[in-house]
């Protein structure tokens, strides 16, 4: 079974950095484009980037060009988002999901990003 | 950056009767590879996102057959044939053919 879980969110100061974590099993990480998505709360789904399978590659949105940091393990079949001078407008619930904008599936449960002083 | 428009953002339906939900994107969605890279997920209350269909029509695995979705170029369709209770949620279109990709603001599907 193709699982994917996140972890590394929390409480956090405006400025602040975090590094959050998926961890996959079930399927040949090293093969796959690897994405992250947020939703902030009571929100819709936002696009944050993704990452070619040997990590070569990364694409991001506007929004969190030279903020964030997409990078992987694939040794540890691990995805990392580093998340740097945090903003209220990042509060999140912060998913991985396995692919790319065009095949993406499945998603983590995700982990929950709170930016407040 | 391309705009993804859902419509209605809430739906009202009644169990065992059908449902269309539409999503209309601001440019076109076929790729230069001639797929339309145009997904559907479902998210239910307090869950992550599942995957329904992909590039327009393709059902995933395990979803059952009273999904479907249809449309081309800038005009798409996920349609219930008769809606169950485990259907209520928001359904969310993707554009995946452009970058950045794109959601639509989601339709809420309430019995």
């Known amino acids: 079974e193709v699982q994917l879980v996140e972890s590394g969110g929390g409480l956090v100061q405006p400025g602040g950095s975090l590094r959050l974590s998926c961890v996959a099993s079930?399927?040949?990480?090293?093969?796959?484009?690897m994405s992250w998505v947020r939703q902030a709360p009571g929100k819709g789904l936002d696009w944050v980037g993704n990452?070619?399978?040997?990590?070569?590659?990364?694409n991001y949105v506007d929004s969190v060009k030279g903020r964030f940091t997409i990078s992987r393990d694939n040794a540890k079949k691990s995805l990392y988002l580093q998340i740097n001078s945090l903003r209220a407008e990042d509060t999140a619930v912060y998913y991985c999901?396995?692919?790319?904008?065009?095949?993406?599936?499945?998603w983590g449960q995700g982990t929950l990003v709170t930016v407040s002083s | 950056d391309v705009v993804m428009t859902q419509s209605p953002l809430s739906l009202p339906v009644t169990l065992g009767q059908p449902a269309s939900l539409s999503c209309r994107s601001s440019?076109?969605?076929?790729?230069?590879?001639?797929?339309?890279?145009l997904t559907w997920f479902h998210q239910r209350p307090g869950q992550s996102p599942r995957r329904l269909i992909y590039?327009?029509?393709n059902r995933d695995s395990g979803v059952p057959d009273r999904f479907s979705g249809s449309g081309s170029g800038t005009d798409f369709t996920l349609k219930i044939s008769r809606v169950e209770a485990e259907d209520v949620g928001v359904y969310y279109c993707?554009?995946?053919?452009?970058?950045?990709?794109?959601f639509g603001q989601g339709t809420k599907l309430e019995i």
């Open positions: 993707m554009q995946g053919t452009h970058w950045p990709p794109g």
């Open positions: 999901a396995r692919g790319s904008q065009w095949l993406l599936d499945p």
């Open positions: 590039k327009v029509s």
């Open positions: 440019q076109s969605l076929v790729y230069s590879d001639g797929n339309t890279y």
């Open positions: 079930g399927f040949t990480f090293s093969d796959y484009w």
């Open positions: 990452i070619k399978p040997d990590g070569s590659g990364k």
